[in-house]
């Protein structure tokens, strides 16, 4: 294939995943950061290590053929993007609002070199509609003739991010700050519909339509479900995910709960559910992985945000009633998150009813509301993994037997 790549942002994801994506599809790579250390090695070596951590086949490969532009230098960004055959962006997203200005003056210097080729966008972010923000933040500033260009020649194309990184040690690093260490799994699916020009053919990616059922697999299975066994991970006293995994009623309540996630999917985008199934296995086998380090705390941070109406716990629990999809399991999530929120000065049961309210939002002593409360009353109460699962399971049984009745 070949030709430039652009990768807006040298961190974990830049390097680790999406440089690798197109790194050995044969492209050159210019990386745009503001991290000097960075800048200078890439520039000194024009390689760096990629190691694929793994109990049964670690490996270590080498991206080539890179060099990195000052992110504080506008003109040398502006160059850079406007000699861009393909884009990605993962900066994460508070900052995608800083990089917008620099965004505009690369298309100006397309545009003004009479560069009207078609430049598309990869928005490596977690977060939903990640498109329609950024389009929002660069036609705020665009003219009226502008925002015409845009909308002919530059592709914002949503992606999933699955492949997990771990937070890089000096340890990790072994000397050479560029290293990046990651997991084996590395399938990045992009919305095919977004792209304005020629969808690259290359391995690891892969162009989807409807892009949403990615989205949400995403967010409701894969995030929901770490999210949910580093919560249960606090719970219990453990501080990496791998262990909490390794507890088999911990895993069981997992597994079920992405199942539940994963039956409304299949209802709602008509893709079977056998391979949704397949990529939940998948999923829990590299959960499991001890050689990523993942913390328990590290997966559960920032759990407010986490706990939105439209994040991965009640986002799932509401695309589970919309496909009249009983969810029995994913609440626990929510009342575990209610713990760890409250660990450094404990939670009342008063404040839990604030958070399901006014940042869950739910209807109090809604279904959803009083089973949340419900599991957070025993969580508090210490019960055993193994008594949580028997409670729940109790749950489903009388769900079961109402359906039956009726």
């Given amino acids: 294939m070949g030709g430039t790549f652009v990768q807006y942002g040298a961190g974990n994801i830049g390097r680790g995943f999406l440089g690798q994506v197109f790194g050995e599809a044969g492209y050159e ?4 950061d503001v991290n000097p250390d960075i800048i200078n090695e890439m520039n000194k070596e024009n390689k760096y290590p990629i190691n694929i951590i793994s109990r049964h086949n670690p490996r270590e490969v080498w991206i080539k053929n890179v060099s990195c532009v000052n992110g504080l230098d506008e003109q040398a960004v502006a160059l850079a993007i406007s000699n861009a055959d393909i884009m990605a962006v993962s900066v994460g997203v508070n900052i995608l609002p800083r990089i917008v200005k620099n965004l505009v003056k690369g298309f100006r210097l397309r545009w003004a070199q009479n560069n009207l080729k078609p430049l598309d966008i990869i928005i ?3 977060l939903i509609d990640a498109d329609s923000m950024l389009r929002g933040l660069i036609t705020d500033i ?13 592709g914002l194309v949503e992606s999933s991010v699955g492949r997990m990184v771990p937070v ?17 799994y590395c399938e990045l699916p992009v919305d095919k519909s977004a792209f304005k020009g020629e969808v690259p053919q290359i391995p690891h990616l892969h162009p989807f339509e409807p892009f949403e059922f990615f989205i949400k697999r995403k967010l409701y299975i894969h995030n929901m479900g770490h999210a949910l066994a580093a919560y249960l991970g606090f719970v219990y006293g453990y501080d990496y995910v791998w262990q909490a995994i390794e507890n088999p009623y911990i895993k069981l309540i997992v597994q079920r709960a992405m199942t539940e996630s994963g039956t409304a999917l299949s209802k709602q985008f008509s893709v079977p559910l056998s391979g949704i199934l397949e990529h939940i296995s998948d999923l829990l086998l590299r959960f499991a992985n001890r050689e990523l380090g993942d913390t328990v705390s590290r997966v559960g941070r920032d759990v407010l945000r986490k706990l939105r109406s439209t994040d991965r716990f ?7 009633n919309g496909q009249s999809v009983n969810s029995l399991y994913i609440p626990v999530g929510i009342a575990a998150a209610l713990l760890f929120a409250g660990s ?11 958070v399901l309210v006014n940042t869950c939002g739910l209807e109090k002593d809604s279904a959803e509301f009083n089973i949340i409360k419900d599991y957070y009353g025993l969580l508090i109460k210490n019960i055993k993994p193994d008594k949580l699962l028997s409670q729940i399971e109790g749950r489903q049984e009388i769900q079961f037997s109402k359906k039956v009745i009726i």
Avoid: P
């Fill in 344 to 354: 450094s000065d404990t939670t009342a049961i008063e404040d839990a009813d604030t």
């Fill in 124 to 126: 490596a972010e977690n």
């Fill in 142 to 154: 665009l003219s009226d003739d502008e925002q015409i260009l845009f909308e002919k020649t530059i």
């Fill in 314 to 320: 009640v986002g799932a629990i509401n695309m589970c």
């Fill in 168 to 184: 890089m040690t000096s340890e990790m690093s072994r000397g050479n700050i560029l290293r990046v260490c990651v997991e084996n």
């Fill in 29 to 32: 790579i210019k990386f745009i």
